[in-house]
């Protein structure tokens, strides 16, 4: 009898043996789900390498700024103003950048008004447009040069600015500080906001260039004054239709004051059919 229950007892003990085999089975299973995660994280990987290789390619091609246009544009004639008034070039392209809105604004896409001059007795064409007040009589031109040339009469020609011209020529700050003191302006903020497109845009680097040459341009002139009342060859020029004193300053490669001078003329307008004697 006791040896039945013996191979009971050892028949119990092999079956409870066999379900521990499955379990063992089942973890090997589990290891390969592992795997496939550990690909999926690869893959993930290199795909965000590749995107962080596009960027560094856009920054090429930068098309000019609408302030480095007009910079471009203007430039060579405020030096030449410099030339002929003694006014900085960097002081007349900040105030037309300022003034005129890089070009854009309504005076000076209308009216080819650059610096906001007003009439102040003014007898050529006229536009209207609000500013301190409402609808200010401000110049007109029939090209932005005839600003620029506007411009250095204007200072020039005015007391109140006078003591501008005994600044060094190079000394912006002073001039835009000196600007505003003498009622160019209004705005409490417009010497700041010259000098900081002078040094932003290194406008100065056109005083430089008038400086660097000053010596040389004004000894021929001086020459060409003294030869002029010879009437060795004296020019005689019949004004036509868009011509003005700067475009034929340049043609004949003399000064506005001088053709002025020439023709004992008191403002800049000419007219159609006009004579005028060019000196050499």
Known sequence: MKFRYLILLVAVLAMSCGPKKGIVTKKKRSSTTKTVVVKD???????VETVETNPSAVEENKAPSSVEVYISLYA?????????HKIPASITLAQGILESGVGKGRLAVKANNHFGIKCHGWTGAK???DDDRSQECFRKYDKAEMSYEDHSEFLTGRSRYASLFDLRPDDYKGWAKGLRAAGYATDRKYPEKLISLIERYNLDKYDDEVLNGTTTKS???STTIIEGPKKVTSK?????KGDTLYSLSRLYKTTVDAIKVKNNLKSNDLTIGQQLIIPN
Request: aromatic content about 4%; proline content about 0%; charged content about 45%.
């Open 41 to 47: 994280k690869k893959e993930e990987v290199k795909t």
């Open 76 to 84: 060579e004639i405020s030096k030449n103003k410099m030339r002929t």
């Open 127 to 129: 536009i209207y447009h």
């Open 219 to 221: 000894s021929r002139r």
């Open 236 to 240: 005689k020029h019949t004004v036509a």
